[in-house]
C-alpha cells in the first residue's frame, strides 16, 4: 500500500515536472531578446549626500548585468570594479592606471572596499567597471557618490 501510494505521488510529480518543464524553454528564451540590461554599478555605501564620522569610509558596490569577477582569470564578458575618490575619470578606452593616488582597483572581484584616512571635508566617489584588460565597459558603467567626512 505505502509504495503503491508512493508510486502515485512520484506520478503527479512527474506531470508537473514536465509541464513546467515545457513552460520553462519559452520563458528563458524570451528573457534575453527582451531585457538584457546594460552592466551598470551602484554605490550602495556611501549613501549620496551621507555624512562619515571618523576618517574610515566604508565603500559597498553592487554590479548589475556584469558578472564581477577577478581580473587574473581574464575571462571575457567579466568585468571588476574601480574605485576614483576625488579624482576625474581615466580616458574610457584605455585601461585604468595601476598605482594611481586615488583610483583603487578592486581586482580580485571584491565589492566592498574601506578607504582609511580620509580627511574631513567633502568628497566625491566614482564607481567604475571594467574588463580584465581595466579598459572601461562599453557603454560606461559609473555611479557618482557626494559624502562629507566629519572627523
Ligand atoms: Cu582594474
Redesign the pocket.
Given at each position: 500500500m505505502m509504495s503503491r501510494m508512493s508510486t502515485l505521488a512520484s506520478g503527479v510529480g512527474l506531470v508537473a515536472l514536465v509541464a513546467s518543464g515545457l513552460a520553462a524553454p519559452a520563458a528563458v528564451a524570451q528573457a534575453p531578446a527582451k531585457a538584457a540590461p546594460a552592466p551598470s554599478v551602484k554605490i550602495m555605501e556611501p549613501k549620496q549626500g551621507a555624512t562619515v564620522a571618523g576618517t574610515m569610509v566604508d565603500v559597498v558596490l553592487e554590479a548589475q548585468g556584469v558578472e564581477i569577477a577577478p581580473?587574473a582569470e581574464h575571462r571575457a564578458g567579466t568585468a571588476?570594479h574601480?574605485l576614483f575618490l576625488d579624482t576625474d575619470l581615466t580616458a574610457a578606452d584605455v585601461?585604468?592606471p595601476?598605482g594611481m593616488p586615488g583610483i583603487v582597483?578592486?581586482?580580485k572581484g571584491q565589492s566592498k572596499y574601506m578607504f582609511d584616512g580620509v580627511a574631513p571635508g567633502p568628497h566625491r566617489l566614482i564607481a567604475l567597471l571594467?574588463d580584465?584588460n581595466?579598459v572601461p565597459l562599453k557603454p560606461l558603467a559609473a555611479d557618482t557618490v557626494r559624502f562629507t567626512v566629519k572627523p
Amino acid at each position: 500500500m505505502m509504495s503503491r501510494m508512493s508510486t502515485l505521488a512520484s506520478g503527479v510529480g512527474l506531470v508537473a515536472l514536465v509541464a513546467s518543464g515545457l513552460a520553462a524553454p519559452a520563458a528563458v528564451a524570451q528573457a534575453p531578446a527582451k531585457a538584457a540590461p546594460a552592466p551598470s554599478v551602484k554605490i550602495m555605501e556611501p549613501k549620496q549626500g551621507a555624512t562619515v564620522a571618523g576618517t574610515m569610509v566604508d565603500v559597498v558596490l553592487e554590479a548589475q548585468g556584469v558578472e564581477i569577477a577577478p581580473a587574473a582569470e581574464h575571462r571575457a564578458g567579466t568585468a571588476h570594479h574601480h574605485l576614483f575618490l576625488d579624482t576625474d575619470l581615466t580616458a574610457a578606452d584605455v585601461a585604468i592606471p595601476v598605482g594611481m593616488p586615488g583610483i583603487v582597483h578592486l581586482g580580485k572581484g571584491q565589492s566592498k572596499y574601506m578607504f582609511d584616512g580620509v580627511a574631513p571635508g567633502p568628497h566625491r566617489l566614482i564607481a567604475l567597471l571594467a574588463d580584465p584588460n581595466h579598459v572601461p565597459l562599453k557603454p560606461l558603467a559609473a555611479d557618482t557618490v557626494r559624502f562629507t567626512v566629519k572627523p
